[in-house]
């Protein structure tokens, strides 16, 4: 889907645009100081990379495929789940794409997604079709997630598209697990951070991820999470069985980085 740029306030909008003057987010969340922020336009997938989508990938390059450990196995059983991978992995499909397609995909920066999951930088707390939480309407509720993938590591986890989309036309934009951007997190980063077109910090140690951790309150579409870039595998304590590769909830999507609308 095409994003026309443009400029926004980027961060926790909390204070200045609700009645109660209150952040959304905690100050875990590193989402202050609220930041003018402008982009050129660019292009983002609709869904979230699949495992379907990812085995394409990994066949084309002789690379193992992801989710075939025991608790990864579920994520098979259900068309159109995300990929859950680490991000050297997110970041290498993003560039094989570049290179078959000869178009400049990448990964989102934080503030691309930020100001996608926004409908172009609204004042929308959440990234959904009227920008708030509506559990068995507008993402999957408890007994939702449970049922669609009962032996699932993660119930953060639900396959794409099932709700409708925000108003630009892209889905789960904060719901239903996490999504790798390309920036390296710096939990200062926005005292300092340029206006135009921000890339994150040069060099650092944990990537920023957006989207939902655990609860709904982290699926904000200005909360910051951070992660190492790989994921140690989840092993049996008793046995040392590789029981999960990799996090199921650590997805992405891609973005073409041309500032007008490809031709279709």
Request: hydrophobic letters at 35%; charged letters at 25%; proline letters at 9%.
């Amino acid at each position: 889907m095409f994003v026309k740029g443009g400029t926004f306030k980027m961060g926790d909008f909390g204070p200045v645009s609700t009645p109660d003057k209150m952040p959304y987010a905690p100050s875990r969340a590193h989402a202050t100081p609220l930041h003018e922020v402008e982009l050129d336009g660019f292009s983002m997938s609709k869904y979230k990379v699949t495992v379907a989508d990812f085995d394409v990938y990994t066949d084309a390059v002789g690379k193992p495929h992801i989710a075939q450990a025991k608790f990864d196995k579920e994520y098979r059983t259900v068309p159109d789940v995300p990929a859950g991978v680490n991000w050297p992995e997110a970041k290498a499909y993003c560039g094989w794409l570049a290179e078959v397609t000869g178009q400049p995909f990448d990964l989102p920066t934080e503030a691309q997604w930020e100001f996608a999951a926004r409908s172009r930088g609204k004042y929308v707390a959440f990234g959904t079709d009227n920008g708030k939480y509506e559990e068995g309407r507008n993402v999957a509720s408890y007994e939702q997630r449970k049922k669609m993938l009962p032996n699932a590591d993660s119930l953060a986890v639900y396959p794409n598209g099932k709700f409708p989309p925000n108003p630009l036309g892209l889905y789960d934009m904060g719901a239903h697990g996490q999504e790798w951007v390309n920036d390296w997190f710096d939990p200062d980063y926005y005292e300092h951070s340029p206006r135009k077109n921000p890339q994150g910090p040069a060099t650092g140690t944990e990537k920023v991820l957006r989207g939902i951790e655990d609860d709904y309150a982290s699926s904000v579409t200005m909360y910051r999470h951070k992660s190492e870039p790989v994921l140690a595998p989840f092993k049996s304590r008793y046995t040392g069985e590789v029981l999960a590769e990799r996090s199921g909830k650590t997805g992405f999507r891609c973005v073409v980085n041309a500032a007008k609308q490809l031709a279709p």
